[in-house]
């Protein structure tokens, strides 16, 4: 009779064990579900976070190109022409007489100068270099301009100076004949210049660079 009930007893022990057990690991198998749930919602919080700062910043990215391209457009080295001086180019284009560029101070013909490598306008280029003795037909001209390195370095120029801050000739050396022009630019705190030497010709000022190609 002992024995039945010691048995009993075991027995009754063995299945509440076996039920806490059980409790335990249904417990322990919630509280890992509500981890994992909890973990999969802040990451799609973060992923959703993301998702709306790179559409902001996409959206600030492409008002920034289209103000950076209506710039682009709207640039020209002529900008700082009067409606006199635009007239008197624009009759030169025309008529292909230098007189009407007679009165383009040195830093206008500098400024037209860089408006003509922007544009490819080789017959203006042309025009406006100064003839130092070894100066080519045009053809000539043309085919030792596209030739050599000054083309690049000029197109070059023409971008970095683009909103350029200021254009002066220099007093320290001019003369009836001769002058130094100073173009000045910057790039956030770094500036930067290029100087050129014009020379009169034919009643104009002329650029002095057939040497550097």
Request: net charge negative; glycine share 4%.
């Amino acid at each position: 009779m002992i024995k039945i009930r010691n048995f009993v007893v075991i027995g009754l022990a063995a299945t509440a064990l076996s039920g806490c057990s059980a409790a335990d690991n249904s417990a322990e198998e919630t509280t890992d579900s509500e981890v994992l749930q909890a973990t999969l919602t802040a990451q799609e919080e973060i992923i959703a976070a993301q998702a709306s700062k790179i559409e902001a910043l996409e959206s600030e990215l492409y008002e920034k190109e289209v103000k950076i391209d209506k710039l682009s457009r709207d640039f020209t080295y002529l900008s700082a022409f009067s409606a006199l001086e635009e007239e008197a180019y624009q009759r030169f284009l025309e008529t292909d007489e230098t007189r009407h560029l007679t009165d383009l101070s040195p830093e206008k013909i500098t400024l037209l100068y860089y408006h003509a490598i922007t544009e490819n306008d080789l017959e203006t280029l042309y025009t406006l270099t100064y003839d130092n003795g070894s100066l080519p037909s045009f053809d000539g001209f043309k085919q030792l301009y596209l030739d050599s390195d000054y083309m690049m370095s000029a197109k070059d120029s023409t971008v970095r100076y683009r909103n350029y801050d200021s254009v002066r000739s220099r007093d320290d050396d001019r003369t009836e004949e001769y002058v130094t022009v100073e173009i000045k630019g910057h790039f956030r705190t770094y500036g930067f210049s290029t100087l050129y030497g014009l020379k009169k010709e034919d009643g104009i000022w002329k650029m002095d660079t057939l040497e550097l190609m």
